[in-house]
């Protein structure tokens, strides 16, 4: 059966440094006095077991993070303090208004309103994810939401809608079940709302469905779609190309990592492009995020403590570029950019910290103020970037 905690990288490396200690800056707790002005937020679901939180951050506008009063907040439900091997565990909705947040431990999702200067508050009670174990969130721009569930007797897709009022409201007759011991790392939307996503990684699979109008999906002719290597987790659509995906293959062993480019066809028929998968090289690409020009793809290496930093040519195929080292080197896991595409965000789950790098179309530089220290508790995992 399959064992979250026997992955080679993805799922082992959340957890297996959590008393690490790391020399932080000084910028890492809240600073009332701090001389850039605020221009967002970021926030972390901390997957602890017990009383599961969401850590919140202030964005200024050097791309530092200086922690929320009141933070990390109370979201209802439970996590389960150990890697959750995904991508996506938490999103906000369209409008920013809500976060969503998986509590992997009680089975439920929990929607948190974001108030003024970001403090969190939570929206009801959290509502049962419709399976075991959810572990990632897809949110399109109608506010459709899919939660992946992984767990024993309940691993599968189900479909929610999200009301403006921060409701999350199951939708009958929309789970689509998958296998036990499937190891679903990531649930996803491309921009247009019309295609959905699901990585698998026992065995390595793609899911692919095509979403009808009121809500349900349609799985793809050929769906599940194998995968290009072992291990397939992150994934993401092309933001300027609703038909070209992009996903990471992490599990193919120590340098023999990949990133794979398919084309997505109206009715959900993937088909690679180029020469995908293009290898970076590195040891466990787990987690990718596209900037928002659509011009480049970063690799989140977790078994090599790097990011690798890929070209997207304009038909869609990859480039390699090179690979980026953390200068704290305590872990890697989910990546986000800011709104403005200028930094990119990576928790690192074994520090518990966050690192940030300031982004100059593909050259990617740690700031000076990085990284930023996480509560010690729990496994945090998931990244939302307002």
């Known amino acids: 059966m399959y064992n979250r905690l026997a992955l080679p990288a993805c799922g082992i490396m959340l957890a297996a440094g959590a008393g690490l200690a790391v020399s932080l800056p000084a910028s890492a707790t809240a600073d009332p006095s701090h001389a850039s002005r605020v221009v967002g937020h970021a926030y972390i679901d901390g997957n602890t077991a017990g009383a599961n939180t969401v850590a919140a951050f202030d964005r200024h506008a050097d791309g530092s993070l200086t922690e929320i009063a009141g933070s990390p907040f109370a979201v209802g439900g439970s996590g389960l303090g150990t890697g959750l091997g995904s991508q996506g565990a938490i999103q906000t909705s369209p409008d920013h208004r809500f976060l969503l947040a998986v509590d992997a431990g009680s089975n439920e999702i929990s929607v948190l309103k974001v108030g003024h200067g970001g403090a969190l508050r939570l929206v009801g009670s959290p509502v049962p994810s419709?399976?075991?174990?959810?572990?990632?969130?897809?949110?399109?721009?109608?506010?459709?939401?899919?939660?992946?569930?992984?767990?024993?007797?309940?691993?599968?897709?189900?479909?929610?809608?999200?009301?403006?009022?921060?409701?999350?409201?199951?939708?009958?007759?929309?789970?689509?079940?998958?296998?036990?011991?499937?190891?679903?790392?990531?649930?996803?939307?491309?921009?247009?709302?019309?295609?959905?996503?699901g990585t698998r990684d026992n065995p390595s699979l793609i899911d692919s469905f095509t979403v009808r109008p009121d809500g349900r999906l349609v799985p793809a002719a050929g769906s599940p779609?194998?995968?290009?290597?072992?291990?397939?987790?992150?994934?993401?659509?092309?933001?300027?190309?609703p038909n070209q995906l992009y996903v990471s293959n992490a599990h193919a062993g120590a340098g023999n990592g990949t990133v794979s480019a398919f084309s997505v066809s109206r009715h959900g028929v993937l088909t690679p492009i180029g020469d995908s998968p293009v290898a970076d090289f590195q040891t466990a690409p787990c987690w990718v995020e596209i900037s928002h020009d659509g011009k480049y793809l970063f690799a989140i290496n977790t078994g090599s403590t790097n990011l690798s930093t890929y070209a997207i040519l304009s038909d869609g195929s990859l480039s390699l570029l090179g690979s980026t080292a953390f200068t704290n080197g305590v872990g890697a896991v989910d990546a986000r950019l800011s709104p403005d595409g200028r930094f990119l965000s990576v928790t690192g789950g074994r520090g518990h910290v966050v690192s940030t790098f300031a982004v100059d179309g593909g050259t990617l530089t740690e700031l000076p103020s990085s990284p930023v220290a996480l509560p010690a508790s729990g496994a945090p995992t998931g990244l939302a970037v307002i």
């Open 225 to 241: 779609f194998p995968a290009q290597s072992l291990g397939p987790i992150g994934a993401e659509f092309r933001p300027t190309n």
């Open 130 to 197: 419709g399976g075991v174990e959810p572990v990632s969130i897809a949110i399109n721009g109608d506010g459709l939401v899919y939660v992946a569930n992984v767990g024993a007797g309940g691993s599968n897709y189900t479909g929610f809608r999200l009301s403006n009022k921060g409701h999350l409201i199951p939708l009958p007759n929309t789970t689509v079940a998958v296998p036990d011991g499937s190891g679903v790392g990531d649930v996803l939307f491309n921009s247009t709302g019309d295609r959905l996503i």
